[in-house]
Structures are given as C-alpha cells and as structure tokens.
C-alpha cells in the first residue's frame, strides 16, 4: 500500500529538522530522524556512533570503494539505509528527515518531497542559539557541512542535492520562520 | 514606503500566471502581467508587439550589444523595464509576474519571491489545454523557452534562473496543483 510520506531535505542548521518535528505534531504522524540512526546501526551493525560520525562527513573510504571496488564502511550503510527508510515507510504515513529519503522513496509512495534553505547569518545565528555553541560557525564551515551533504547525495543517489526540480516545494525558513514552514507543510500534506 | 510585493518567476507553461492571478485575487492586490508590457512600450517608444518579441527570445543582438557597446533595443527595453517594475511596486502592494522583478525590487521592497515549475509533461498538456495549440508542445521547445528565460535572466541580472536559493519558497504545480499553490502565495503574503 502506498502511504503518505513526507521527506525533509534541508542545508545545515536551516532549521529543518525542527521543522519536520513541527509539522508532524500538526499533521499527527511521527517524525522519523534520530530513530533512523539507531535502526541503522541496527541493521549494519556498527554503533551508533560511528554510523552518525559516518553519515555526516564526507570520508576519503569513500572514494577508495570506487577505485578497489570493495564496499566501505559508508556503502554498508546506504544499503542499510535503503532498507530503513523502506521499512519506516511502509509501517505509514510520516515525515522522514535527510537520509536521501526523496530519492529512496520515489515511485514507492505518495511523497511531498520538502527542500528548506536560508541565508548564512540565519543558519549561524540559529545554530549559537539551538546547540548553544560558543563560537558562531563560520561561513566556510556551513558551507563545508552543505557541500558534505551534497557530495554524500550525489555518490549515492547520481543526482544534485537542493536542485529545485527534485523538490515539491523549497522554503526559505529565514524568511518564513520555522512556525510558518511547518504550517505550509501541513496544508499541503 | 516598502510595500508587500510578491513576484512570481515560472517555467513556461508551469501556470506561473494564473497561480499569480488566483493569489492575486485570494489576497485582493493587483497583479502585473501584461500591463508591464504595455507600459515597457510606452516608456521605451517600441511598440507592443515589438517589446513582446524582443523579451520573450533570445536574440543575437543582445550579443552585438556585448561586442559593439552601443545598446540594443533589449538593453533599451531593459532600462524601462526597471522603471516600469520600480514605479509599479512603489504605487502599492502587487503581484507582479516574471519580468525579473525579484533582482529589480531586491532591498527595494518587502518581498515574497516565488518560482514556479512543473515537469515537462505537466507543461506540454497544460499549454495544449489552455492556449489550445494543435500540437503537443515538445520536450526540446520547452526547454528552449526556459533556457530563453535564464539567458535574459543571466544577461541583465548576472545570476543564474531558477536558482532555489534565490526565492522564498518554490512550488511544482504539477504535483501540488494551481489552486493549492495560489492559496500557499496567500498564507505566506
């Protein structure tokens, strides 16, 4: 049966996850985001630490498994995460963060594939604020966290990270704000 | 004063302009279409029919414009048009479709920047339908108005078309429908 997904997309402390969260309360389905990593490490058997540390930063193993053509670590992974965000999906409807879950899940749903962005000061201001770090992140790093994502998506998935044409809708949550995205999702869910 | 204005950028055939004319509609402001045609001719002497041509292609002589430096009838057109759009907004909160008003008013006003897009055969049936061509438009026409719109965009904005983080919120009328796009313009004005 196909069910009613929403998949979040979104650049670094955009605010996308909370979004997610919110939208989900408004809508009455669980959100799917830290859960993943645990089924994960679950299902490939690494902690769950390693699998976080492995999902959010490009890894030169990564490039190895294309020239030796044995799987690294990160491919393990993918497989595992193909298999989770299946399986999340097919218990019912809900809104899954990140994970390439727009990729994984097309033609396999009824998806509205989400896509939030904002401008650098936003996302820096956002994440002294929320993760309470002491220094404000620097362009570069935001940047780097972006291109991180990017470059995960296009190794496994072929395709570009934050093209409009993939994505239902895009929000500019520094514009908008986080309640109001969250709002938009709901009336389209 | 800064007014509220939304300006709605779109694919061809995507129903960029009767989502801006619902949306219009929904929040009672007016909405600047083909009324920014006729007053680009007025205010640059050519007339109407030469002023749609010239915007609507892309033409060699913006290229001679580039080698020669004496301005072309695009850059002439191009000059009123920033007016046009500039004295529009400044008469009161409006939707104004295309025309790069979203780079024109940028820090000028408060601006809603919309883009919309839909896949190429929600746009070739959609152009059949509602402009009743004969022929199914093809994939390769399409894509060629589109490229038209991102080189005039290219050439006066230097910035690239279609760019997401360019607008505060994006939405595939294919997938979410025109009416359900309208009435997002409207929660988000």
């Known amino acids: 049966m196909k069910n009613r997904i929403v998949t979040v997309s979104r650049e670094f402390g955009s605010g996308g996850r909370t979004i997610a969260r919110k939208a989900a309360d408004l809508i009455g389905i669980p959100c799917y985001d830290q859960e993943i990593i645990t089924n994960l490490a679950r299902e490939s058997k690494f902690t769950e630490d390693f699998v976080s540390a492995e999902i959010e930063n490009v890894h030169s193993t990564w490039f190895a498994g294309f020239t030796t053509g044995i799987p690294t670590p990160s491919d393990t992974i993918w497989v595992a995460q193909c298999k989770v965000i299946k399986e999340l999906a097919e218990k019912g409807s809900c809104i899954i963060v990140g994970r390439c879950a727009d990729y994984i899940l097309r033609g396999l749903h009824d998806c509205l594939n989400v896509f939030i962005h904002a401008d650098y000061e936003f996302r820096a201001k956002r994440i002294t604020e929320v993760y309470g770090e002491n220094e404000v992140p ?12 990017a470059a995960y998506y296009l ?35």
């Open 155 to 189: 190794n496994y998935t072929d395709e570009t990270w934050g093209l409009l044409r993939n994505y239902d809708v895009t929000l500019n949550s520094g514009v908008l704000g986080i309640d109001k995205c969250a709002e938009v999702i709901r009336s389209l869910y």
């Open 138 to 149: 620097t362009i570069r790093r935001l940047k780097e966290k972006d291109k991180s994502r």
